[in-house]
């Protein structure tokens, strides 16, 4: 690995991003959280915002997860934002509120898994632990002209040993893992490499023999799982029939009535035996939703409804409850 290249190019081209100005290991964990399937543009109007409301962890532990919801409506992925406020409250209650500079008691912090607790280390702290996400699979791939399938976990963790050794060889962790993100981010992409500008480029296998798009190499996807709902937007007293969802994907986030069936006779069938009589007053445009492993095809309905039963309540005003982009699509055809 020709670091002092690699380090020179990083020094002279690096992005100017907030979370590269601070060795704050609370700040460094919440960009990290932040950019997890989301792209930086994306993310840091919500992380300053963030950072803004929960100063510290202190901060962020005590706070009601609903308003954290809220804050973050619009990124997506609502998950890590339960299991970051979790792992705040695990902070203050085993480490007085300050993460630990250890890499496998941060480990142990609820919402923390290997590429975190690497990035918080040689980031934050300065120590050599190796951070492999999708970027550096794909830098380390080409670099070394790797066979293996990268789809598998086993792979990975097979590459994440090679990273280990590098940053260990590196003899500046934090330069290492900044680098090697900012360099996949930025020039080794998925496609199109930059190949010309690459400080990698004397010592890239796959750029000297010419063949970067064919790594890493990845075995298909998986299909997307389709589900189809039918929807309701239902009036009731100047307000509109919702309920809280209490599943796993967008946990604690606001829906409206949403049943999963093949047809609108089922999914009228359905409501009445949750106890729902559905005035329908007009079918709305359809929302096809995409999710990271599923699709949600939506057809959508307004109407009326005369009563209310459990766990469905009434919203008067839709910025006093978390809502999630997919039924922000929905909101506007009101």
């Known amino acids: 690995m020709a670091y002092l290249r690699l380090f020179d190019w990083y020094q002279t081209n690096k992005r100017d991003l907030p979370f590269r100005k601070t060795d704050n290991p609370y700040h460094i964990w919440v960009s990290e959280i932040m950019l997890q399937q989301t792209q930086v543009d994306t993310m840091l ?19 009601d997860i609903d308003e954290i919801l809220k804050v973050v409506q619009g990124i997506g ?18 480490h007085d509120g300050k993460l630990p500079e250890d890499y496998f008691k941060i480990l142990k912090i609820p919402g923390i898994g290997a590429y975190t607790a690497g990035a918080i ?7 050599p632990y190796p951070a492999t996400d999708g970027n550096v699979i794909r830098v380390l791939s080409r ?53 010309d500008t690459c400080p990698l480029q004397e010592v890239c296998l796959a750029n000297i023999n010419n063949v970067q798009q064919n790594y890493p190499k990845m075995s298909p996807l998986k299909t997307k ?6 929807t309701f937007i239902l009036e009731y007293k100047e307000g509109f029939l919702m309920r809280k969802r209490t599943e796993d994907l967008l946990h604690g986030f606001y829906e409206f009535v949403q049943i999963e069936s093949d047809s609108l006779n089922g999914a009228l069938t359905q409501a009445q035996d949750l106890g729902l009589e559905i005035q329908i007053l007009d079918e709305l445009q359809p929302i096809k939703h995409v999710f990271t492993h599923m699709i949600w095809q939506i057809n959508l309905y307004r109407g009326t409804i005369s009563n209310i039963t ?9 910025s006093q409850v978390p809502i999630a ?8 055809q009101i």
């Open 121 to 127: 280390m040689s980031i934050a702290f300065h120590k």
């Open 225 to 230: 799982k389709e589900i189809q709902y039918f």
């Open 45 to 63: 109007p919500f992380y300053d915002r963030f950072l803004t409301i929960y100063p510290t962890i202190q901060d962020l532990a005590r706070a």
């Open 310 to 318: 459990s766990p469905y309540e009434i919203v008067h005003d839709f």
């Open 325 to 332: 982009t997919v039924v922000k699509k929905q909101i506007k």
């Open 143 to 195: 670099v070394k002209m790797l066979e293996d399938d990268f789809r598998l976990d086993k792979n990975k963790k097979k590459l994440n040993e090679m990273n280990k050794e590098l940053i260990e060889n590196s003899n500046n962790p934090y330069l290492y893992t900044q680098s090697m993100m900012e360099l996949g981010a930025t020039v080794c992409k998925v496609s199109n490499p930059l190949c």
């Open 77 to 94: 992925y609502y998950r890590r934002f339960r299991m970051l406020h979790k792992g705040a409250q695990y902070v203050i209650d085993h």
